[in-house]
């Protein structure tokens, strides 16, 4: 959750412990036990009520917590049910068992549908479809010159070409912006030390790094196998790169 978004944060705890908090109203509304009330809730006798009860809110908690395109319909969608079970609430039904939902409940039911319209708006949806807005998983690059080669399908000749910076997610390498498009694939060959991988790579800009023209690229890890392979790279170019910085202090 670290540099996470304060209000994401703050509604991902009250949507995962929100079975907690009905249990915890429930015994200080009737005065019940608690053991009696969890008891209760352990005959819930179907999968919805099960579902509604222990599972609803914490799914929407999660999504809003992964903040990526597949988490926005979730958790809008775990607001719209919610207020869609409020509705056609059934008299004496759990958790409230009586006539009409409690006053907490309505509460809830208005906060739903205040979230609802709040994630509605541009500026509050763009971290969920723009991963440039999600600064949170934006990995440390490391600025050293490191050698590599490229292809840009299986039938082409490998082509030489230089790493000026590079992280877990991506790199800038620099070939020249005529030589490849805007969301084309290459497939990267990248040696350093004693650890080579080999992995496919997408264009997503051509600019200039170090008043050098060259393309970024977002690495396109196919299983963690390579992502496993692509951390002990990134780990060792890490030491180089700060043997490189304190030698250039000291210089």
Same mark, same amino acid.
């Given at each position: 959750m670290k540099n996470r978004p304060l209000l994401f944060i703050i509604l991902s705890l009250m949507h995962l412990?929100?079975?907690?908090?009905?249990?915890?109203?429930?015994? =200080?509304?009737?005065?019940?036990?608690?053991?009696?009330?969890?008891?209760?809730?352990?005959?819930?006798?179907?999968?919805? =009520?099960?579902?509604?009860?222990?599972?609803?809110?914490?799914?929407?908690?999660?999504?809003?917590l992964g903040v990526k395109k597949w988490s926005y319909p979730i958790f809008?969608?775990?607001?719209?049910?919610s207020i869609y079970s409020h509705i056609n609430y059934e008299s004496f039904a759990w958790p409230y068992v009586s006539q009409s939902p409690m006053w907490p409940s309505l509460a809830i039911l208005s906060c739903n549908v205040a979230i609802i319209i709040y994630f509605l708006l541009p500026e509050i949806r763009k971290?969920?479809? $723009?991963? $440039?807005?999600?600064?949170?998983?934006?990995?440390?690059?490391?600025?050293?010159?490191?050698?590599?080669?490229?292809?840009?399908n299986s039938n082409n000749a490998l082509k030489d070409a230089e790493i000026l910076n590079i992280s877990q997610s991506g790199a800038f390498l620099t070939i020249e912006h005529k030589l490849l498009e805007k969301n084309q694939t290459?497939?990267?060959?990248?040696?350093?030390? $004693?650890?080579?991988?080999?992995? $496919?790579?997408?264009?997503?800009s051509l600019h200039t790094f170090d008043h050098q023209d060259g393309i970024g690229v977002n690495f396109e890890y196919e299983n963690i196998w390579e992502k496993l392979?692509?951390? /002990?790279?990134? /780990? /060792?170019?890490?030491?180089?790169s700060k043997k490189h910085y304190n030698r250039a202090l000291a210089a």
């Open positions: 412990v929100e079975p907690l908090i009905k249990i915890l109203y429930f015994k =200080a509304d009737t005065g019940f036990p608690l053991l009696q009330i969890v008891e209760n809730i352990t005959h819930l006798n179907s999968a919805r =009520a099960i579902f509604e009860f222990w599972f609803l809110f914490p799914i929407g908690g999660l999504a809003l809008v969608g775990v607001q719209s049910y971290p969920f479809f $723009d991963r $440039d807005m999600r600064w949170w998983e934006h990995r440390e690059r490391y600025s050293l010159r490191i050698p590599c080669s490229y292809s840009i290459v497939t990267l060959n990248i040696s350093f030390m $004693d650890e080579h991988i080999s992995l $496919d790579a997408r264009v997503v392979q692509m951390k /002990k790279v990134i /780990k /060792k170019i890490s030491k180089a």
